[in-house]
């Protein structure tokens, strides 16, 4: 599968209004995204004969030895926004600076490929925002005891999954779990699947949590055989919905037992302040080949027998990251950000939930509260004609505000 980052897919050059295209979509990895000079790299590109892709995009321009590039994302500007911190009024990312504090159980991050430099710049990242970080609750593991070789741009997706998820529940033990890249078709992933079995073992014996995925492939009719591995008690799965647009489908956020969180855009005005969240271009639509699950069946008019994508969303353009091998601080994005941003929110709401299927319950039957739904969501109803009141390909029942009903 491929990483999910903002790396805004290419195909939503023709799907964003503000997004501006130098060139075709189809023929071109770089474009102008809300001033961003927006590389999309090339792992995260679907091909057909390639397993599975991480989904994220990159502002090379970024960069900066010393301090996060302006006009980024901030885990102090983003829980502001979504009500997860005492309120600063406008949440501006350069003056906003409080942060999460909670987390229970555990987190464990699904990638491919070594980060050596993983404990060391999740640190760094910690202590710039003041996040508490303590060195006996992360680790790297490897799948099959084995270290994997260092995979490109895949330590990008790295740092951008631990970082962020720890941003969001800094009190949660966090675990990266690294893999081989699988190159036989019966894998469907470039983690394998045993690194998604390891993952789920790690966080059942740590009281439970969540797992973050930020990969996928486009769905294929024989998907569902692997739905088997996100079963396990306790563990409550997420994973990217990609960012080819609405009509782009992938697994596994596809699967009726992972919450597929796609990707919107916070609005800012010229000084900095917070004015709308709107969509951004992440994945969704409607599943050829997984059934409609109960959870969904308040949307049945509008998905039908099968399973619509996604079911939440949260900001994919654009996180710092910090990143010492690439020069310090930088600008990631994509759902391959969105996913275990969310996944450290559903953490740090401390309601571990049995199973994923619990969680959606639980979700979507806020989704059917009038009053509960707009003080817990915010419904994402701009940015694409797509976009429309209640639950939508673009946003699922949107974005999270509190932590209520995570």
């Not at 079995?197 to 790690?202: F, N, T």
């Not at 994509?334 to 199973?355: C, E, Y």
């Amino acid at each position: 599968m491929k990483p999910s980052a903002v790396v805004c897919m290419v195909a939503s050059c023709l799907l964003l209004g503000a997004l501006v295209c130098p060139v075709t979509a189809q023929t071109s990895n770089e474009f102008i995204f809300t001033g961003h000079h927006i590389v999309v790299p090339d792992s995260s590109i679907p091909r057909p004969g390639r397993i599975h892709t991480n989904y994220f995009i990159v502002d090379p321009e970024s960069w900066n030895p010393d301090q996060p590039p302006p006009g980024n994302e901030t885990p102090p500007s983003l829980a502001c926004v979504y009500k997860l911190v005492k309120q600063i009024k406008g949440c501006p990312i350069a003056t906003t600076k409080n942060i999460p504090t909670g987390g229970v159980g555990a987190i464990a991050i699904v990638d491919a490929g070594d980060y050596p430099a993983a404990a060391q710049d999740l640190q760094t990242f910690s202590n710039y925002f003041g996040i508490p970080f303590n060195s006996d609750d992360f680790q790297v593991v490897y799948v099959n005891g084995k270290k994997p070789p260092v995979y490109g741009d895949w330590e990008v997706e790295e740092a951008l999954d631990i970082e962020w998820s720890h941003a969001m529940a800094p009190a949660a033990k966090l675990f990266l779990v690294e893999s081989y890249l699988c190159t036989s078709p019966a894998c469907n992933t470039d983690p394998t699947w045993e690194a998604v079995k390891v993952a789920s073992q790690l966080v059942a014996q740590n009281g439970g949590g969540v797992i973050s995925m930020s990969w996928g492939d486009t769905e294929w009719a024989a998907e569902r055989k692997y739905d088997r591995y996100f079963k396990t008690p306790g563990v409550v799965y997420l994973a990217a919905s990609g960012d080819s647009g609405i009509g782009n489908t992938i697994h596994p956020a596809a699967s009726p037992l992972v919450v597929a969180v796609g990707g919107t855009y916070f609005e800012r005005d010229s000084k900095g302040n917070f004015v709308d969240e709107i969509y951004g271009g992440g994945g969704g639509g409607i599943s050829p080949y997984e059934p409609r699950p109960a959870y969904q069946d308040i949307i049945e008019k509008i998905v039908g027998n099968f399973r619509g994508i996604p079911d939440v969303a949260s900001d994919f353009c654009c996180a710092v990251i910090y990143m010492s091998q690439n020069g310090g601080w930088g600008s990631v994005g994509g759902t391959s950000w969105a996913s275990p941003t969310f996944a450290g929110i559903v953490n740090a709401a401390g309601r571990l939930k049995k199973s994923t299927h619990a969680e959606l319950t639980m979700i979507y039957t806020e989704y059917g509260n009038a009053k509960e739904y707009a003080a817990d969501f915010y419904d994402i109803t701009q940015g694409s004609s797509y976009c429309m009141t209640g639950w939508d390909e673009c946003a699922g029942v949107g974005s999270p505000r509190t932590y209520r009903g995570k």
